[in-house]
Protein backbone atom coordinates (compact mmCIF):
# COMPACT_ATOMS: atom_id res chain seq x y z
CA UNK A 1 0.00 0.00 0.00
CA UNK A 2 3.00 2.54 0.77
CA UNK A 3 4.60 2.01 -2.32
CA UNK A 4 1.18 2.11 -4.34
CA UNK A 5 0.75 5.69 -3.09
CA UNK A 6 4.22 6.66 -3.27
CA UNK A 7 3.77 5.28 -6.68
CA UNK A 8 1.16 7.21 -7.63
CA UNK A 9 2.37 10.33 -5.87
CA UNK A 10 5.35 10.39 -8.40
CA UNK A 11 3.02 9.43 -11.53
CA UNK A 12 0.94 12.46 -10.62
CA UNK A 13 4.29 14.58 -9.70
CA UNK A 14 5.56 14.07 -13.07
CA UNK A 15 2.10 14.24 -14.91
CA UNK A 16 1.55 17.96 -12.80
CA UNK A 17 4.94 18.66 -14.33
CA UNK A 18 4.38 18.07 -17.98
CA UNK A 19 0.89 20.05 -17.50
CA UNK A 20 2.79 22.76 -15.92
CA UNK A 21 5.77 23.38 -18.82
CA UNK A 22 2.74 23.10 -21.10
CA UNK A 23 1.22 25.96 -19.27
CA UNK A 24 3.95 28.17 -19.50
CA UNK A 25 4.53 27.07 -22.94
CA UNK A 26 0.61 28.61 -23.67
CA UNK A 27 1.36 31.50 -21.72
CA UNK A 28 4.69 32.21 -23.78
CA UNK A 29 2.84 31.95 -26.95
CA UNK A 30 0.04 34.12 -25.84
CA UNK A 31 2.06 37.06 -24.90
CA UNK A 32 4.30 36.86 -27.82
CA UNK A 33 1.05 36.97 -30.16
CA UNK A 34 0.12 39.79 -27.64
CA UNK A 35 3.22 41.67 -28.15
CA UNK A 36 3.54 41.15 -32.10
CA UNK A 37 -0.28 42.50 -32.71
CA UNK A 38 -0.12 45.05 -30.68
CA UNK A 39 3.22 46.81 -31.55
CA UNK A 40 3.47 45.65 -35.54
CA UNK A 41 -0.27 45.20 -36.29
CA UNK A 42 -1.90 47.44 -33.89
CA UNK A 43 -4.26 45.65 -33.29
CA UNK A 44 -4.33 42.99 -30.47
CA UNK A 45 -6.80 39.71 -29.51
CA UNK A 46 -8.90 40.55 -26.64
CA UNK A 47 -8.50 36.77 -25.61
CA UNK A 48 -4.89 36.65 -25.29
CA UNK A 49 -4.36 38.62 -22.27
CA UNK A 50 -7.11 36.08 -20.79
CA UNK A 51 -5.63 32.82 -21.70
CA UNK A 52 -1.96 34.31 -20.59
CA UNK A 53 -3.89 34.82 -17.08
CA UNK A 54 -5.53 31.50 -16.66
CA UNK A 55 -2.37 29.34 -18.09
CA UNK A 56 -0.13 31.90 -15.30
CA UNK A 57 -2.72 30.08 -12.61
CA UNK A 58 -2.28 26.99 -13.92
CA UNK A 59 1.98 27.05 -14.07
CA UNK A 60 1.65 28.77 -10.79
CA UNK A 61 -0.53 26.37 -8.46
CA UNK A 62 0.52 23.26 -10.60
CA UNK A 63 4.36 24.60 -9.95
CA UNK A 64 3.60 24.85 -6.55
CA UNK A 65 2.02 20.78 -6.27
CA UNK A 66 6.28 20.16 -8.12
CA UNK A 67 8.20 22.34 -5.70
CA UNK A 68 6.58 20.72 -2.73
CA UNK A 69 7.00 17.18 -3.96
CA UNK A 70 10.53 17.82 -4.47
CA UNK A 71 10.86 19.71 -0.94
CA UNK A 72 12.17 22.94 -2.99
CA UNK A 73 10.42 25.62 -1.22
CA UNK A 74 11.60 29.20 -2.10
CA UNK A 75 13.44 29.87 0.96
CA UNK A 76 15.87 31.95 -0.47
CA UNK A 77 18.47 31.87 2.14
CA UNK A 78 18.54 28.13 3.05
CA UNK A 79 22.18 27.49 2.92
CA UNK A 80 23.00 29.62 5.68
CA UNK A 81 21.36 27.73 8.42
CA UNK A 82 23.28 25.12 9.61
CA UNK A 83 21.45 21.19 9.22
CA UNK A 84 19.47 20.46 12.44
CA UNK A 85 19.48 17.52 13.95
CA UNK A 86 17.71 14.35 12.93
CA UNK A 87 15.14 14.93 16.38
CA UNK A 88 14.74 18.17 15.58
CA UNK A 89 13.72 17.11 11.77
CA UNK A 90 11.18 15.15 12.81
CA UNK A 91 9.41 18.15 14.89
CA UNK A 92 9.88 19.82 12.20
CA UNK A 93 8.27 17.54 9.94
CA UNK A 94 5.61 17.03 12.42
CA UNK A 95 4.75 20.61 12.50
CA UNK A 96 5.38 21.80 8.71
CA UNK A 97 2.34 18.54 8.17
CA UNK A 98 0.09 20.05 10.64
CA UNK A 99 0.83 23.92 9.10
CA UNK A 100 0.02 22.00 5.72
CA UNK A 101 -3.38 20.36 6.72
CA UNK A 102 -4.43 23.34 8.25
CA UNK A 103 -4.69 25.41 5.38
CA UNK A 104 -5.42 23.11 2.71
CA UNK A 105 -8.25 20.86 4.58
CA UNK A 106 -10.74 23.79 4.60
CA UNK A 107 -9.37 25.55 0.90
CA UNK A 108 -10.67 22.07 -0.26
CA UNK A 109 -13.58 22.04 1.99
CA UNK A 110 -14.84 25.07 0.88
CA UNK A 111 -14.24 24.47 -2.82
CA UNK A 112 -16.72 21.89 -2.63
CA UNK A 113 -18.99 23.17 0.49
CA UNK A 114 -20.15 26.00 0.77
CA UNK A 115 -20.19 28.57 4.36
CA UNK A 116 -23.76 27.71 4.93
CA UNK A 117 -23.59 24.25 4.07
CA UNK A 118 -24.38 22.71 0.91
CA UNK A 119 -22.27 21.78 -2.16
CA UNK A 120 -24.82 24.40 -4.54
CA UNK A 121 -22.94 27.45 -2.17
CA UNK A 122 -19.20 25.68 -2.79
CA UNK A 123 -16.37 27.95 -4.34
CA UNK A 124 -16.51 25.53 -7.85
CA UNK A 125 -20.66 26.14 -7.76
CA UNK A 126 -20.35 29.45 -7.89
CA UNK A 127 -17.58 29.74 -10.43
CA UNK A 128 -19.47 27.40 -12.13
CA UNK A 129 -22.23 29.94 -12.79
CA UNK A 130 -19.60 32.28 -14.03
CA UNK A 131 -17.71 32.84 -17.37
CA UNK A 132 -14.82 34.37 -18.97
CA UNK A 133 -15.82 37.60 -20.88
CA UNK A 134 -13.36 36.98 -23.65
CA UNK A 135 -13.59 33.38 -23.78
CA UNK A 136 -16.77 32.40 -23.10
CA UNK A 137 -15.66 29.78 -21.05
CA UNK A 138 -16.87 28.85 -17.40
CA UNK A 139 -14.95 29.70 -15.35
CA UNK A 140 -14.73 26.56 -13.19
CA UNK A 141 -12.46 25.96 -15.69
CA UNK A 142 -9.98 28.06 -14.19
CA UNK A 143 -11.20 27.44 -10.65
CA UNK A 144 -10.86 23.93 -10.55
CA UNK A 145 -6.98 24.55 -10.59
CA UNK A 146 -7.01 25.58 -6.66
CA UNK A 147 -8.37 22.61 -5.27
CA UNK A 148 -6.76 19.97 -7.73
CA UNK A 149 -3.47 21.26 -6.67
CA UNK A 150 -4.42 21.33 -3.08
CA UNK A 151 -5.53 17.96 -3.37
CA UNK A 152 -2.29 16.52 -5.02
CA UNK A 153 -0.68 18.54 -2.52
CA UNK A 154 -2.06 16.14 0.11
CA UNK A 155 -1.53 13.37 -1.94
CA UNK A 156 2.32 14.40 -2.16
CA UNK A 157 2.20 14.39 1.89
CA UNK A 158 0.52 11.29 2.30
CA UNK A 159 3.41 9.73 -0.24
CA UNK A 160 5.74 11.80 2.37
CA UNK A 161 4.28 10.26 5.55
CA UNK A 162 4.58 6.53 3.36
CA UNK A 163 8.53 7.02 3.00
CA UNK A 164 8.99 8.89 0.11
CA UNK A 165 12.08 10.56 0.07
CA UNK A 166 12.42 12.32 -3.48
CA UNK A 167 14.40 15.70 -3.47
CA UNK A 168 15.57 17.80 -6.04
CA UNK A 169 18.73 16.52 -7.14
CA UNK A 170 16.50 12.94 -7.61
CA UNK A 171 13.94 14.15 -8.79
CA UNK A 172 16.32 16.19 -11.79
CA UNK A 173 17.94 12.61 -12.11
CA UNK A 174 14.95 10.89 -13.05
CA UNK A 175 14.08 13.37 -15.33
CA UNK A 176 17.26 13.80 -17.01
Not at 24 to 41: G, K
Amino acid sequence: MRQMLITISNNVHLFARRMAVLAVCLMFITMMIQIVARYIFSSPPVWTEDVARYAMVWAGLLGATLSFKVREDAILVQSVFPKRPHFLGVCAEAIQSAAILTFILPVVYFCFVGLKGGFAKGYLARQYGLTADTLGIPMVWISISVPLAMIIILLHLAARWAGDSVDADQDRTQTE
